[in-house]
Antibody
């Protein structure tokens, strides 16, 4: 079975940083692109970032470009999201999601449980 | 960016009713559309991929259709456990974009 376990959320001051991690199991991690999707409280889903299976290509939503960095370690089956210069608008539950393809665009099939990030003073 | 217009934003139906949700894309996305079910406090669950492909283990009362810009998701006979919010997702182009969601309630 596919399992994605997300960690690293919490309360951070505006302007601060946080690093999220997603531990994957149950599939061949290095053959699938991975994504981060977020959901503000009571709101819909917003795609944030994606990374190709090899890690050689990264993609970002305009709302986070230049502030967030996605990375992966295929030797450890793990995915990270480094979030800098956080604002209140970044407050959300963050999910990692597996892509069906080796590049983003295969569709998201499995999702982790999510972790809450709150940027507030 | 491709805009996904999902309707209605909410609906109320009785157990056993047929329920239909639509998603319209702002440009042709071929068959590259998924449907998800999200229950409160949980991650989304994939129900339908490639517009009409029912995922393994998903009850056959769920179905999807459409191609290009217009897509439909149907629950053939609504059950109490189907109470959730449903989202469409286009994956033809980055950025991936979701519909606004449809909250389904039982009368």
């Amino acid at each position: 079975d596919v399992h994605l376990v997300v960690s690293g959320g919490g309360l951070v001051r505006p302007g601060g940083s946080l690093r999220l991690s997603c531990a994957a199991s149950g599939f061949t991690f290095d053959t699938h692109a991975m994504n981060w999707v977020r959901q503000a409280p009571g709101k819909g889903l917003e795609w944030v970032s994606a990374i190709s299976a090899s890690g050689g290509s990264t993609y970002y939503a305009d709302s986070v470009k230049g502030r967030f960095t996605i990375s992966r370690d295929n030797s450890k089956d793990s995915l990270d999201l480094q979030m800098d210069s956080l604002t209140a608008e970044d407050s959300a539950v963050y999910y990692c999601a597996k892509d069906r393809g080796s590049f983003p665009g295969g569709g998201l099939d499995y999702w982790g449980q999510g972790t809450l990030v709150t940027a507030s003073s | 960016d491709i805009q996904m217009t999902q309707s209605p934003s909410s609906l109320s139906a009785s157990v056993g009713d047929s329920v239909t949700i639509t998603c319209q894309a702002s440009q042709d996305i071929s068959k590259y559309l998924n449907w998800y079910q999200q229950k409160p406090g949980k991650a989304p669950k994939l129900l339908i991929s490639d517009a009409s492909n029912l995922e393994t283990g998903v009850p056959t009362r769920f179905s999807g259709s459409g191609y290009g810009t217009d897509f439909t998701f149907t629950v053939g006979s609504l059950q109490p456990e189907d109470i959730a919010t449903y989202y469409c997702l286009q994956y033809d182009n980055l950025p991936l974009t979701f519909g606004g969601g449809t909250k389904v309630e039982v009368k």
